[in-house]
C-alpha cells in the first residue's frame, strides 16, 4: 500500500483517497509547438525503473494537488513536496542521491 | 415558506454503537484567504475563531469553525443561525476575494455514540483513529464516498457528507454498527 503525506494538509493518507495525476514536472507545449514537440508532450512519458517523480490529488482531503518522488521497484517514498514548483526542492534530489547513487537524475 | 426536514429526519440505529442523523444542522462553506487579518475580523464578528491546519475549534453559541483545506473553513452552526452567519461574514468581506455560502441544505451530519463508536468508522474510513484527536477534523472517505469527521465528544464522533448519499451513509453507519460486528 502507497501512502503519502500531503504537504498542503499534513496528513499520511494511502493511496485510495488520492487520485493519480501521472507524471511530474512536464513542459507543456501549447499552440504554435512544432508536431513533434506536441506529440512528446501529449504521448512521451517516462517509465522508469527506479526514481520516479508524480503528480497526486488529495481527492478525499483538501483537495490539492502535490508531487510526490518515489522509487517504482521498492515503492519507497523518498518525499513530498507542493506543486507550486517547476523542479523538485534541492534537499529532495540529495537525498535521492544518497539512497541510490546510481540515480541518472530527475531530467 | 415550506418546512425544512433534514435528509433522514433524524433517523436512528442502536448496534453496539448508535449512528443518528444528527437533523437540521447549519454549515457555511467560506473559500478565503485565511492568513488575511481580514478573514480573522470577519470571523470574530460572528463569534467564531480561525482553526489552525486540520483543527476544528469552538466559538461561542455553540458555533464551530473547521480548517478544510489551506483556502477553506467550515462554520458549523445552529440550522436557523446558518443565512445569518453566512450573510454577516459575506458583508464582512465584501471587499476581498471569497466566496461565502449556506450549504446547510447540502449537506447531512450524523453522530456515532459508545464507547466502541471508533470501531463502526474503523471498518468505512482508511483512517488511523487511534492517531485522531479530539479537535482534530479528518477529511476522508466513508466507503465509496467523500465524508468529513471529528471527534464531537467524550465516546462520540460527528460526520458530515453530501445530502445527496445520506441514505448511503447511513446504510454503512447501520451495517458496521450491528452487534457482533465489534472488532474487539
Not at chain 1, 87 to 102: H, Q, T, V
Not at chain 2, 71 to 81: A, N, P, Q, T
Request: net charge neutral; charged share 20%.
Amino acid at each position: 500500500m502507497l501512502t503519502l503525506t500531503c504537504p498542503c494538509c499534513g496528513v499520511t493518507v494511502e493511496e485510495t483517497e488520492l487520485a493519480p495525476g501521472g507524471e511530474a514536472h512536464l513542459k507543456r507545449f501549447g499552440p504554435g509547438a512544432s508536431d513533434a514537440d506536441f506529440e512528446t508532450y501529449m504521448f512521451a512519458r517516462k517509465n522508469p525503473k527506479g526514481v520516479h517523480f508524480e503528480r497526486w490529488r488529495h481527492a478525499y482531503g483538501c483537495g490539492k494537488w502535490f508531487l510526490a518522488a518515489r522509487c517504482t521497484v521498492t515503492w519507497e517514498v523518498f518525499g513530498t513536496y507542493p506543486a507550486q514548483t517547476s523542479e523538485p526542492p534541492a534537499e529532495l534530489i540529495a537525498k535521492i542521491k544518497e539512497k541510490r547513487p546510481g540515480w541518472e537524475g530527475w531530467k | 415558506m415550506s418546512e425544512a426536514v433534514s435528509a433522514l429526519k433524524g433517523e436512528s440505529h442502536a448496534g453496539f454503537a448508535t449512528v443518528t442523523e444528527a437533523g437540521l444542522s447549519g454549515m457555511v462553506t467560506l473559500r478565503a484567504d485565511l492568513s488575511a487579518t481580514a478573514t480573522r475580523i470577519a470571523l470574530a464578528g460572528q463569534g467564531l475563531k480561525l482553526p489552525g491546519p486540520r483543527e476544528i475549534v469552538a466559538g461561542e453559541k455553540g458555533r464551530f469553525t473547521a480548517w478544510m483545506s489551506p483556502d477553506e473553513l467550515l462554520v458549523i452552526c445552529s440550522y436557523d443561525e446558518a443565512p445569518a452567519v453566512a450573510a454577516g461574514i459575506a458583508h464582512s468581506l465584501h471587499t476581498e476575494h471569497v466566496l461565502v455560502t449556506n450549504v446547510s441544505d447540502a449537506r447531512a451530519r450524523f453522530t456515532i455514540a459508545g464507547a466502541k463508536a471508533d470501531q463502526v468508522l474503523m471498518k468505512l474510513c482508511p483512517v488511523d483513529f487511534a492517531a485522531l484527536k479530539p479537535g482534530e477534523m479528518r477529511r476522508t472517505r466513508a466507503a465509496q464516498v467523500a465524508a468529513a469527521i471529528w471527534r464531537s465528544g467524550p465516546e462520540e464522533l460527528s460526520l458530515v457528507c453530501f445530502r445527496s448519499v445520506a441514505a448511503y451513509v447511513m446504510g454503512l453507519l447501520e451495517v458496521s454498527a450491528r452487534p457482533g460486528g465489534e472488532l474487539s
